[in-house]
């Protein structure tokens, strides 16, 4: 962290969080209070110091970095402190397992508006805290941030990993007869998206449907199982890459990168319909086929699942929890194809908006 | 970098980036055109895929993050874009340089409002590129980066070293009898931000005076010796950090992770007194004495200089641009000391403001 600032005689021990905002509390009372819940990292140098020094066992370091601001990545109508800091925790973690890599640590630059209480910075650091004990080993926390003000809540992790003396495994690698795979779900966060849009600017998980909640948490706070990063690396994964905007179109960069053509089997995406259909039915009130049509562009085009999208050799034992979902052919005309079909992608860009 | 958005058709070949917003233009035509002015790194693998991989010699990776936003940071009246990338720099490679470290790379969060122009966002690129080639070895360069919006331009960098097999130097290893030295100016760049204060929103530099507009430049765009913190590191220093928020506020930090008292000579910074008081004459209309008592309170209250403090055992060389400013004594009832008598810290607290 960022070195507190000093502050004199005014003794706010005994006030709570909830009634503090960060001005009054002043940068060394809110970053005391923030670290009892920050889940911190074993490094070789923690936080307290200009910078952290962690462990590089192969003499190689994995990194990579994603934001998450306020208006733009997320609305504090629909999520809580906690949801934030798990969400940064499951899309940056994303990036480094989809290179294969064990997640080593993480660094978090975070600005808030000055009226923000210290609480909802405890909060936050909590979700932080939660993300980490869900989707990464034991050893991985954080060894150090930075703390700032800014008029919308910025969350800015970078996170780090090791390959553990392995090869990293890039978008370039699927070859012709490789077999791909998802591990994770697909078009769940996307959904929820839509049931929270539907839902307007009212408390989250009004649905009272299991699926349809199952749908908004997949938004708020996903949990794909990264742990199967590790797992590919190892089982010889000749390309991969995380699910953040999109199958069809992460699917397309990844089929460029490699100069293949993937073609989806749209039958193995039937068990996500088949989670998607009813829930949108109850949730949103449509009927069979609307719901059907809606469900079938968002398990392909939906993003922010952040499952990983993986090729193997032909013929090898998948690691659980990968499935099978197509094949790479050699290069044609369409980089992505679903059931013979050339698929046109959709997909997300931060200045532009969904195209 | 994140992965570009995926654009139809439109042909933006031809459309000047001063014309170009970043919402007409995309993230991946934004990218491609910022990607041509940035410093990129040597990197095992670089940007393109999830994540970059860069080396890490000696098993152990130096690693600090620091955030730029607009209105807390920097005004947009003031700076221009190639001042914030270069300020960006010289404050992140500063906490590198505080270890003793040599910089490896770094990786940038950058976020701007929709209506930003591309050509502001080349431009920032080209000021990391400066920053970096004054900086910097020629081997340190960017290595990873995200592009979102915010309503405010937000710089957020995280920042990489190796300690090549020395061991860091941290705060907290100050003997009674080492010597106090700093490496670089002091008090300019906070005079400097008084003059800007003074100035209002005209455009910077309009004193037309060699040594106030060098009070500007240290404010605006520091350059500080950084190359000192591995030579430090190299002849023994005892503890460094960099001077980000006051000497006196800084040094009272070290002596207490320490357990010492450090003393600063005032006759040690006559020299940049004898550098700010006929600047802050010329360019506030100060009477002599009045534009003294400022110039003391900026010399060793003034934050934002970057320059190294550092303390070294007794009776060695100084490596070259370190200068003695005072000694290390035992733990007394004060942390920091004037020329005998007890200091009290001023400095900056983001969330506070000045105190």
Chains 1, 2 share one sequence.
């Not at 930075?146 to 970078?158: M, Y």
């Not at 779900?185 to 049931?195: K, V, Y």
């Not at 089982?235 to 992460?250: F, H, V």
């Amino acid at each position: 962290m960022s070195p507190p600032g000093y502050r004199d005689a005014v003794d706010l021990t005994h006030q709570s969080s909830l009634s503090l905002t960060v001005a009054e509390a002043g940068e060394r009372e809110t970053l005391r209070r923030l670290l009892v819940h920050m889940p911190m990292g074993k490094s070789l140098l923690g936080p307290g110091d200009d910078a952290a020094v962690i462990s590089a066992p192969d003499e190689r370091v994995v990194i990579s970095t994603d934001t998450m601001i306020e208006g733009a990545d997320f609305n504090l109508d629909w999520s809580t402190p906690e949801h934030l800091g798990r969400k940064a925790v499951a899309s940056n973690l994303a990036d480094i397992a989809a290179m294969g890599a064990r997640p080593t640590g993480l660094v978090i630059a975070l600005a808030v508006p000055r009226d923000t209480t210290v609480e909802f910075v405890e909060r936050l650091a909590n979700g932080f805290a939660i993300g980490l004990e869900r989707l990464a080993p034991a050893t991985c926390g954080v060894v150090g941030g930075d703390l700032a003000t800014s008029p919308v809540v910025t969350i800015a992790v970078t996170v780090f990993g090791s390959m553990d003396g392995l090869a990293p495994v890039l978008r370039s690698g699927a070859r012709p007869g490789d077999v791909v795979a998802v591990a994770g779900d697909l078009g769940r966060a996307a959904a929820g998206l839509r049931l929270l849009f539907a839902q307007g600017n009212a408390v989250p998980a009004v649905f009272d449907d299991v699926a349809a909640d199952g749908l908004i948490a997949a938004q708020l706070a996903p949990e794909p199982p990264l742990y199967a990063g590790m797992l590919a690396a190892k089982a010889g994964a000749s390309a991969m890459m995380d699910l953040s905007d999109g199958p069809l179109l992460d699917a397309t960069r990844m089929a460029e990168a490699s100069g293949v053509t993937l073609e989806f089997d749209d039958f193995a995406v039937a068990a996500d319909l088949d989670y998607l259909v009813p829930a949108l039915e109850r949730a949103l009130g449509l009927v069979g086929r609307q719901a059907r049509e809606l469900a079938q562009r968002l398990v392909l085009g939906g993003g922010e699942d952040h499952s990983l999208l993986a090729t193997f050799p032909p013929n090898r034992d998948l690691p659980e929890p990968f499935r099978q979902v197509g094949r790479v052919l050699e290069r044609g005309e369409a980089s992505v194809l679903v059931s013979g079909k050339p698929a046109k992608p959709e997909g997300w860009d931060p200045y532009v908006g969904m195209q």
